[in-house]
């Protein structure tokens, strides 16, 4: 079976894995600070960001990209309502980057190399 | 005192509020986890204002009668504009679908949250509403409804809503407890502080952090009244709960001087001496890292609820045990089943222990820290029986990695997925 080795650069741990294993199957279990809950898509908790070797990673799906851009949404709206515009800039450039480096670890799949951490 | 004797009348709270819920003495057990001596309420409100009414809340199905008659006496289905469910747990939407066949014009106001859940909690499709959150409002001529997005309290989709005119805060489950008492007025129905307690400690101690970043949007409100869904309305000195649930939720090692130092805690528990053994070399070598608390403790000597007191203000758990019979001895088991009593979500763990035969206890545990979604670097260390000098040094180094990877400069390490 072909291998992928994926770094989890919070923990300093590099894991070889099975092509098309899951990121949360293994930072879950090497005590990476990415944290999870629903597992499914749908809660937006297990974002992690792509440091190297995004082109290695599944693509993510609609749904995938509609779970992280909502999550974007909710915490811009947090910061329009408390009238922050500093942290809403920096909100709008981190969105620029939704379903590029930002993904669901839940979601997405492990194809070759690459390193993440946590967002 | 006994809900019979109350003729099911609607209760006049303030000028332009009546609680309109439910008693329900002979209640128990709730939520399979809760006792209550008393029973508990189900309160609901109904907000008149000079262009509308609002129904806050409603209650358990099976009290549903109690809260009709309620409403009827003080309110007609048609003049309801607005329905508001600030938490949508079966108790406060039990007879929802029923107000709604009443009322088919008045409109339904829940969180952003609640949406998924309102048809699954239903089961359907069709209900119309109006997703709201903080700082949305609603007007019913001279009295606006002020909206307050305070999630996780104790459901994802929880919420407050503020009746700006009078100052009443209906909080849902926060500031509530399960007590029952048809006078229902916290200067009324005596010595309720145990009820309290034992509801924060049960329902909301799990989600401080949340109870925190409600606090953001509850204190600057001047409150005149506090209306939770469950048990006494608190009228009298009602901010004093505000700052009892501030004190409650506040981690209290943050109080102290050192108070951005972490804290280590490994437990353990020995027949023979040998995981005991263990876990002081694990102490030695974590303690070589430096930088933080580290305290020992043998389970033998305590009872679960000191200890878990114990767990939630530390950063990294250790926990030792035997293996008899194939598991990890029962007070490992009591202490980890209280786990979720608290938010152990993202804490440093791992597990150890000394083993004769086959030393399953220390995955076992492994499996549990890691369930609780507590972050386990290392997978755990078993030991054969008597450890061995350079046994006890895997222990120190043991030690040492989960140090360096609680101060946040974990060693470098190279593993195949079958290892984890």
Not at chain 2, 32 to 54: D, F, Q, W
Not at chain 2, 146 to 170: I, M, S
Not at chain 2, 219 to 235: K, V
Not at chain 2, 237 to 258: A, F, G, K, M, W
């Amino acid at each position: 079976m072909a291998k992928a080795k994926i770094k989890f650069a919070d923990v300093n741990v590099t894991v070889t894995v099975p092509v098309g294993t899951r990121i949360i199957e293994i930072s879950e279990k090497v005590g990476s600070y990415i944290a999870y809950n629903c597992r499914e898509g749908d809660c937006g908790s297990c974002l992690f960001t792509v440091l190297e070797g995004a082109e290695h990673l599944s693509k993510p799906s609609a749904p995938e990209k509609a779970t992280i851009f909502a999550h974007f949404q909710q915490i811009l709206d947090g910061w329009r309502s408390a009238n922050d515009m500093e942290s809403l800039q920096a909100m709008i450039l981190r969105e620029n980057f939704a379903g590029k480096n930002c993904r669901l670890a839940c979601q997405t799949q492990v194809f070759g190399d690459a390193t993440v951490a946590p967002l | 005192m006994n809900g019979q004797h109350m003729k099911n009348e609607a209760i006049a709270v303030t000028n332009k509020v009546h609680w309109i819920g439910a008693l329900d003495p002979t209640m128990r057990t709730f939520d399979v986890i809760l006792k209550t001596p008393n029973g508990t309420t189900y309160n609901a409100y109904l907000v008149r204002g000079s262009e509308g009414v609002a129904v806050i809340d409603t209650v358990k199905a099976e009290r549903a009668d109690q809260f009709f008659t309620r409403l009827e006496a003080v309110a007609r289905y048609h003049e309801i504009t607005a329905i508001v469910l600030n938490h949508l747990e079966p108790d406060h939407s039990g007879a929802l679908p029923e107000l709604m066949r009443r009322a088919p014009q008045a409109k339904l106001y829940i969180s952003d949250a609640a949406q998924l859940m309102l048809k699954a909690l239903l089961n359907n499709n069709d209900i119309d509403y109006i997703p709201v959150t903080t700082n949305d409002s609603i007007s019913l001529g001279d009295c606006t409804l002020r909206f307050l997005n305070t999630p996780y309290l104790h459901w994802p989709d929880t919420q407050c809503t503020y009746l700006v005119e009078e100052g009443v805060l209906f909080s849902g489950d926060v500031f509530g407890c399960h007590y029952c008492d048809e006078l229902l007025f916290n200067d009324r129905v005596g010595d309720f502080r145990f009820s309290f307690e034992y509801y924060y400690n049960h329902i909301m101690r799990p989600f401080k952090a949340y109870v925190l970043s409600a606090l953001e949007l509850i204190e600057p409100l001047p409150i005149q009244l506090i209306a939770p869904t469950h048990g006494p309305i608190l009228r009298d000195h009602p901010q004093h709960y505000v700052q009892h649930y501030r004190e409650l939720s506040t981690p209290h090692l943050h109080l102290e001087r050192d108070r951005d130092t972490k804290s280590m805690i490994i437990f353990y528990i020995s027949s023979y001496g040998n995981t005991m053994h263990m876990a002081e070399a694990i102490r030695d070598g974590a303690a070589e890292v430096g930088g933080f608390r580290i305290s020992l403790y043998d389970l033998e000597g305590g009872e679960v609820e000191p200890f878990i007191d114990l767990v939630e203000e530390a950063d990294a758990i250790l926990l030792g045990s035997p293996t008899i019979n194939g598991d990890a001895v029962k007070p490992v088991w009591d202490l980890l089943s209280s786990f979720s009593k608290i938010n152990v979500k993202g804490k440093v763990a791992g597990a150890f222990g000394s083993y004769g035969w086959t030393g399953e206890a220390v995955r076992m545990i492994d499996d549990r820290l890691r369930g609780l979604k507590m972050r386990v670097p290392l997978s755990g260390l078993r030991i054969k029986l008597i450890p061995s000098a350079d046994e006890l040094q895997d222990c120190h180094r043991f030690g040492q990695d989960i140090g360096n990877f609680l101060i946040g400069k974990p060693r470098a390490r190279e593993i195949d997925m079958s290892q984890l």
